[in-house]
């Protein structure tokens, strides 16, 4: 209850505060748009279908080229995790193009595959890939070695050994790296979406901008906020609070 009165209090501010300087007119209502601008241009766009088609277009891209870059992560971060000539030659650069902002890889999806869905998948994919991956590295090389001598003195060995004791073991760092992953693919779908005007929500946003239309902006932001915070809280804090769960770090009850 407590926290709920206080999420309740600080959005009613915020809504406050935008309402007030919306009405003192500080800046031009094209500009600065009031709340109920913004709700009307939610509405339209639900009414007339437009942000379903983009929410449903964005949804489909942004969720092949993150399942691409989770396989990919998964099987490149095993690697690096068990093999000392991968972690030495290919972990030092992989760490490095993690800081490249995504969309350093636009111009060079342009070329291999020109204006088209691949070329916005390759840069979803290289958005999310290296979390996945050095996600995955990690969980293998800070898990506990006694997991392993304890599941080798089992019995367990090969394939065995890795999935019903290696992986659960390393879940905490796989959901981790799943989940700064799927943040880091939607940013770079909205991006790419931006630069390249087709179906999703990142040409409804460059619509908007170019008609002067800052309601329609604003409430396409809303929109994609809206979209990350309820993956977020449906996928990924579910799986972190069964695993807190398991691994005994929270109360099941």
């Avoid at 979803?124 to 050095?134: A, H, N």
Wanted: hydrophobic share 55%; proline share 4%; glycine share 10%.
């Amino acid at each position: 209850m407590k926290r709920a009165a206080r999420l309740i209090v600080f959005y009613a501010g915020l809504f406050g505060s935008w309402t007030l300087l919306a009405e003192l007119k500080i800046w031009p209502p094209y500009l600065f748009p009031t709340p109920s601008g913004v709700g009307e241009a939610l509405y339209a766009g639900f009414q007339d279908h437009s942000f379903l088609i983009a929410i449903a277009v964005s949804m489909r891209r942004v969720l092949i080229g993150y399942a691409i870059s989770v396989v990919l992560g998964m099987i490149l971060g095993l690697g690096l995790g068990t093999s000392r000539f991968l972690e030495e030659t290919m972990g030092g650069l992989l760490v490095s193009l993690q800081s490249l902002p995504s969309i350093c890889w636009w111009p060079l999806a342009l070329l291999w595959f020109g204006l088209s869905q691949n070329a916005i998948l390759f840069v979803v994919v290289m958005g999310s890939l290296l979390s996945v991956t050095l996600a995955m590295e990690d969980g293998r090389k800070q898990m506990p070695k006694i997991y392993g001598m304890a599941g080798r003195n089992l019995g367990a060995s090969g394939f065995q050994l890795f999935w019903h004791v290696l992986l659960p073991a390393s879940l905490p760092f796989i959901v981790s790296g799943l989940k700064q992953g799927w943040a880091f693919a939607w940013r770079s779908l909205i991006t790419a979406e931006m630069l390249y005007l087709s179906l999703g929500l990142g040409q409804v946003l460059m619509m908007g901008r170019d008609l002067n239309d800052m309601s329609a902006v604003i409430a396409v932001m809303i929109l994609i906020i809206a979209i990350g915070y309820v993956v977020d809280g449906l996928v990924f804090k579910s799986m972190e609070s069964r695993l807190q769960r398991r691994w005994g770090l929270t109360s099941s009850t």
